[in-house]
């Protein structure tokens, strides 16, 4: 290994684009590459980038930036940006950055090896192609190295619900699913390999429609397949629409034992009227009824979402609606963003919203927010958990791990060792994880 190249790569964005940058490490691990987690020494650096909100795209261009000295002080340093930035604005980013060796769009990384070693001495490659291949079957891991206790599986990708603020159809392409089979074999390698725990991926993953014995699968089909795996303790799936929230995916809450009690359901707004606006096709008592019925069959789940203020053509009783689905539902946590305009989504042509009130509306609408997490998470004091351990914690004898809910676990104990799962009495909250006391 005396004279392995090194490749550093930085991950912005969704947990999609994490396991994405895992395949590529992997397979320009077949290329002679080694990790690394310094760009001051590689030999290759990757930006795996986001385009979902309009920081995101600026971040990759001010840290393209930023290795400008290094590629001065060694020219032989190759520099690639994947992912949606690079699929979207593929082209604009080789005129902007000439020192960029290669663009790859996310449906194209199974090809990145090849691209790499065409690449350099004033080479550059650009592929954002949508390729009939499968990636995933050329992205297969090579060496068998063992593994943390949790891993992503991607089992669906793209999308084709078009909202209208959304990029993710033009940068990840049509709603595709993998073949249940390929999915069981990874889950069984990553088990072999020590994780305990898999969160099933897709842009909407309960939308999987993968190809199985008998024909297609659903994505509660598999979860119960995964369900048999042994050694596999934990399943979990993101992100859901709520137009696919099926009868079975809904019982498989109620009787699966190893799918836990959390689901990430976006809704974006408690207004019909700008649900409607966003092309989202459902209505905020459609969701406040869905959400009824999945705690009918799970009543302890925790609900998590995703929120837009500021869309264009929002009015202050558009975003009391939305206050008001806040109210109703009650999440255990969120995340929430103020809109930001995508070009060449249909939203994008449309006037916006003052930014001072749309500011105002997300301040206001994070503070309730907060308060719901918070509510949440101090009523688990008393609670006894199962705690899945991941690491060690900042402080001397510190552990953390997940509870079943998501929630950051700590506990002081010589007796946790990372990857053991553990039942854990929680004894405080704090603002952003829970402490515990180890049960015998
Ligand atoms: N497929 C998922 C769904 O339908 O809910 C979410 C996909 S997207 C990667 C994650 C989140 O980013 C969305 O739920 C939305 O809240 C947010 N988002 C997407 N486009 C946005 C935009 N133009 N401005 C602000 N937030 C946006
Ligand atoms: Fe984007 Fe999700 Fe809407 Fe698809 S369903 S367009 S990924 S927000």
Redesign the pocket.
């Known amino acids: 290994m005396a004279d392995a190249k090194k490749l550093y790569i930085k991950t912005y964005g969704c947990q999609m684009n994490v396991y994405d940058s895992e395949r590529m490490a992997e397979a320009m691990g077949g290329a002679g590459y080694v990790a690394t987690d310094s760009p001051d020494d590689a030999d290759m650096i990757l930006l795996n980038t986001c385009h979902?909100r309009e920081k995101a795209a600026e971040k990759v261009y001010s840290e393209l930036g930023r290795f400008k000295p290094l590629k001065a002080a060694n020219p032989n340093l190759k520099i690639g940006v994947a992912g949606c930035v690079a699929q979207a604005e593929g082209a604009e980013i080789m005129r902007r950055q000439p020192m960029v060796d290669l663009v790859v769009g996310p449906q194209s990384y199974h090809r990145l090896p090849e691209m790499e070693a065409q690449v350099g001495g004033g080479k550059r490659a650009l592929d954002t192609d949508f390729p009939e291949e499968d990636k995933f079957e050329h992205l297969k891991a090579r060496p068998k190295a063992a593994r943390g206790p949790t891993a992503f599986l991607t089992v669906q990708e793209g999308?084709?619900?078009?909202?209208a603020?959304?990029?993710?159809?033009y940068t990840?392409g049509a709603e595709a699913s993998r073949p249940a089979v390929r999915v069981l074999e990874e889950a069984r390698d990553l088990v072999d390999r020590g994780v305990r725990e898999i969160t099933l991926l897709g842009?909407?993953v309960n939308a999987y429609h993968g190809v199985g014995e008998g024909g297609d699968w659903s994505l509660a089909r598999l979860i119960w397949a995964l369900n048999d795996i042994d050694g596999l303790e934990r399943i979990r799936f993101t992100?859901s629409?709520p137009n696919d929230m099926s009868d079975d995916l809904i019982n498989a809450h109620g009787e699966c034992a190893k799918l836990m009690p959390y689901l990430h359901l976006?809704v974006?707004s408690g207004s019909d009227r700008i649900l409607k606006a966003?092309?989202?096709k459902h209505t905020a008592e459609g969701y406040i009824r869905l959400i009824e019925r999945i705690r009918a069959a799970r009543p302890d789940i925790l609900i998590s979402g995703?929120f837009i203020v500021g869309f264009p053509g929002e009015t202050e009783a558009d975003f009391a609606g939305t206050m008001a689905l806040v109210t109703a539902v009650g999440y255990g946590q969120c995340y929430s963003f103020k809109y930001s305009a995508r070009p060449g989504t249909p939203a994008a042509e449309r006037p916006l919203v003052d930014p001072v009130e749309a500011s105002d509306r997300l301040a206001r609408l994070q503070a309730l927010l907060t308060k719901q997490q918070h509510a949440i998470q101090n009523s688990m004091v008393g609670r006894d958990v199962s705690v899945l351990f991941e690491r060690t914690g900042r402080l001397p004898g510190q552990m953390v791990g997940k509870s079943e809910y998501l929630h950051a676990v700590h506990v002081n104990s010589d007796d946790i060792a990372v990857g053991d799962l553990r039942r854990v009495r929680i004894v405080n909250s704090g603002p952003n994880s829970l402490g515990g006391e180890l049960l015998p």
Not at 159 to 163: A, E, G, L, P
Not at 165 to 169: D, K, Y
Request: net charge positive; hydrophobic share 25%; proline share 9%.
């Open positions: 979902i999308c084709d619900k078009f909202c603020f959304c990029v993710v159809p990840r842009q909407n992100t629409h976006p974006q966003m092309n989202r995703d």
